[in-house]
């Protein structure tokens, strides 16, 4: 099976793309999961959260998307196809529904806090600020690492992707570049893209549209799965990610929060009851990444 990633196909199984693993069985042993996070720079935890919480979400964004005039209704509401001429939403921040007490029951849940205490061995807080998106047909997620937009605290910090539809292949999943978190090939991306900060380097923040480029140039392997509702992508700031492409007539609705130890600084753009968030990055004159590649020589 092939599968569409930025303007290039990918075969499934083949050099540029696999499979994610679970890693359900190391749940009982947070030093197993530190140790395979180590290694693969992800965990993929089916069920991690309560479908039932996940359902309560999807059904008001839903709603939401529907009273916008978005959802094609010759299809159910529930299979969220995309309208003729609908778009997508970056609902990052959205007062009305990231701060909804059924979108807090899911990424502030016990079962997540709970985990992050657990591998993290501490008291651990979440940004406040929650990142959630409306992916549209035919949009996807170039490739970066998360630190260049949020390191200005701990980089002990991680994100939780949490998929609100069952994501098929065709609906455009998280992809990760496996091995990008340490491989030597990765050594000179990290000590030049990976210091970076959107707001004070006016860089555009993907790093590539070019997957295969990336997988000759530096190693290691984007790898995907279909996601159901309930399952928990967790990955570490230096951690290449981006999506495959939304193929399909539906919306791929999705969020990414992110949980740090409380005693470690935070980074102050995320926190508060009305975070900053980025206050200058693509305002004014943002230099373009493939002149700041050149510049990096990467
Ligand atoms: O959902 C996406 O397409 C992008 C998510 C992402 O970049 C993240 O979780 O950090």
Not at 53 to 67: G, K, W
Request: aromatic share 10%; with cysteine; net charge negative.
């Amino acid at each position: 099976m092939k599968l569409k990633m930025a303007h290039q196909e990918l075969e499934l199984g083949g050099k540029y793309l696999g499979n994610l693993r679970d890693a359900n069985a190391l749940l009982h042993d947070s030093s197993e999961l530190r140790e395979r996070m180590d290694e693969d720079g992800y965990l993929l935890l089916r069920g991690l959260h309560k479908a039932e919480n996940v359902t309560a979400v999807r059904d008001m964004l839903l709603e939401n998307l529907d009273a916008n005039e978005q959802i094609d209704r010759a299809f159910p509401v529930e299979e969220g196809v995309m309208k003729a001429g609908g778009r997508g939403a970056f609902l990052g921040g959205s007062k009305t529904l990231t701060r909804d007490q059924r979108f807090l029951d899911l990424v502030e849940s016990p079962q997540i806090m709970d985990f992050f205490a657990n591998f993290l061995r501490s008291d651990v807080l979440t940004f406040d600020y929650k990142w959630l998106r409306v992916v549209a047909p035919g949009d996807f997620t170039g490739a970066h690492y998360d630190i260049v937009y949020m390191g200005r605290g701990t980089h002990n910090l991680y994100t939780c992707w949490t998929p609100i539809t069952d994501v098929s292949y065709d609906m455009g999943p998280l992809a990760i570049l496996v091995g990008s978190h340490r491989g030597e090939g990765y050594e000179r991306v990290r000590a030049t893209y990976g210091q970076m900060d959107v707001d004070r380097d006016h860089v555009t923040g993907s790093f590539s549209n070019d997957p295969v480029e990336m997988v000759e140039k530096f190693g290691g392997q984007w790898q995907t799965t279909e996601f159901q509702r309930g399952d928990a992508l967790i990955f570490g700031m230096y951690t290449m990610h981006g999506s495959i492409n939304n193929t399909s007539s539906r919306f791929r609705l999705s969020c990414d929060t992110r949980y740090q130890r409380a005693d470690d600084p935070a980074d102050e753009r995320w926190i508060g009851d009305n975070p900053p968030a980025h206050y200058a990055w693509t305002q004014g004159e943002t230099i373009p990444m493939e002149e700041a590649r050149k510049s990096w020589q990467v």
